[in-house]
């Protein structure tokens, strides 16, 4: 398998609020993989919020943008992130700021200004690039991917899909600790499914490819440490 991509999802509190009882009724990821290696994400979160503990202001979604590289501590593999947007079909807040957290980029999604309450349903859209791992020995391209890493939300259903230029040749999904999810199907569109995951349960997908189908395809390897500190926040979105 390919390095993983990790993401995570956590809500975003005011400074004394404590987080109790936040649930995500639904969590959707689609991805659409490009010719170039890289790819579209447009994430559906239904997110509700307990404001038991205080007021609530909107989400946090951090993206992995670096990756160590097996036994070479002085460089990294680099995942550009562009093309951030927030849309929010029921009208909550998508005020959006980028942070650089170094090894990630925290979309914060909401405004200290506003507050939220209730359940909200919120649209998230942006670019990875050079996701894709070449193998040169089998002819394949894989697409590995976490889609939920170490988050501290249960999701009482997810949902993902990833299409591309050509049908998969081999798809796989992981649920905690190696446990098969739900469905898996592969296809143009190959689709994953779960129901009722867990706190810190992670799910993890796979899919493959004729390498032919694609074009020069490759890691972007840059010199420096995966784990370095960013530059902070960056108002605005890339």
């Known amino acids: 398998a390919g390095p993983a991509q990790a993401v995570s999802a956590s809500a ?4 004394s609020a404590l987080v109790t009882a936040d649930r995500m009724p639904t969590f959707d990821s689609a991805f659409v993989v490009d010719s170039n290696g890289g790819v579209t994400v447009t994430e559906t979160i239904q997110y509700t919020f307990d404001t038991s503990g205080g007021a609530r202001h909107g989400i946090y979604r951090a993206i992995t943008v670096r990756q160590g590289v097996e036994g070479r501590p002085d460089v990294y593999r680099y995942l550009s992130l562009t093309g951030v947007s927030v849309t929010s ?3 909550a807040d998508t005020t959006v700021q980028l942070v650089d957290n170094g090894p990630d980029v925290t979309i914060k999604i909401g405004s200290a200004a506003k507050t939220v309450s209730g359940t909200q349903t919120y649209i998230v859209r942006y670019h990875l690039a050079n996701v894709l791992n070449p193998f040169t020995d089998t002819q394949t391209a894989e697409f590995y ?3 939920i890493k170490d988050d ?7 949902t993902v899909s990833v299409t591309a230029p050509v049908p998969t040749t081999d798809v796989r999904c992981t649920r905690g600790v ?5 469905t898996t199907a592969g296809g143009a569109t190959a689709t994953f499914a ?3 995951l867990a706190a810190r349960e992670n799910l993890t997908i796979a899919t493959r490819y004729p390498l032919s189908a694609f074009g020069l395809i490759g890691p972007d390897i840059r010199t420096g440490s995966a784990g370095a500190p960013g530059s902070g926040l960056d108002e605005g979105v890339a």
């Open 12 to 15: 975003a509190t005011a400074p």
């Open 89 to 91: 079909p029921t009208g």
């Open 145 to 147: 991917y976490n889609v």
């Open 152 to 158: 501290t939300v249960p999701k009482d259903a997810v």
């Open 178 to 182: 190696g446990a098969d999810c739900d």
């Open 194 to 196: 779960v129901a009722r």
